[in-house]
């Protein structure tokens, strides 16, 4: 004779039941929305990339992994790819991204085609095509960054509305998953 426990017949009939609404289905989903909060605001997020202004690097519509992280702790190095809120006098309330290319305190200059940092023309072998226009000497006030798009001769960047302020980069951009022939790091 088999014996059998009244309660676990019930367990079973009250799981099979599917309440879609119990506490413990409830607390999960909670839980899994407030993580993902948490990681999108202050850790990582997904951007797309809407214009050419970074060809031949980041082609549109590109989907990259932007890391926000690292800028708490560490400062923002010459040549990353970031992507931050532009400054008013850009126009726009959409974030940007471009190639880091002046420090504070750098002095830049384009002309003849090349950027020039600290007197010294800059080798740059990701851009789309040299400079066409021509912008004096100037200095990158401290805590500011000179911003610039690899695809020089149609990028809305520092060269038009100036330097940009650190308090306004997002992160770094870090990881490209799509489109899934040009996957990897940047």
Aim: aromatic share 10%; hydrophobic share 40%.
């Amino acid at each position: 004779m088999a014996l059998s426990n009244p309660n676990s017949r019930k367990e079973i009939d009250d799981s099979a039941s599917g309440k879609i609404f119990s506490r413990e289905n409830i607390q999960t989903v909670v839980v899994a929305v407030l993580l993902a909060l948490f990681i999108r605001t202050f850790v990582a997020e997904a951007r797309f990339i809407p214009s050419g202004s970074m060809e031949p690097t980041l082609m549109i519509d590109d989907r990259l992994i932007v890391e926000k992280l690292t800028y708490d702790f560490l400062k923002p190095t010459r040549g990353q790819i970031i992507v931050f809120m532009p400054p008013p006098n850009a126009h726009s309330d959409q974030a940007f991204i471009k190639r880091l290319i002046g420090m504070p305190g750098d002095t830049l200059e384009i002309a003849n085609g090349q950027v020039i940092i600290n007197g010294v023309p800059q080798k740059e072998p990701y851009i789309a095509a040299p400079p066409d226009y021509y912008m004096p000497k100037t200095k990158v006030p401290e805590g500011n960054y000179f911003m610039m798009g690899d695809n020089r001769n149609n990028s809305q960047d520092s060269h038009i509305w100036g330097f940009l302020p650190r308090e306004n980069i997002i992160g770094q951009a870090v990881f490209r998953f799509w489109p899934l022939n040009r996957i990897g790091t940047l």
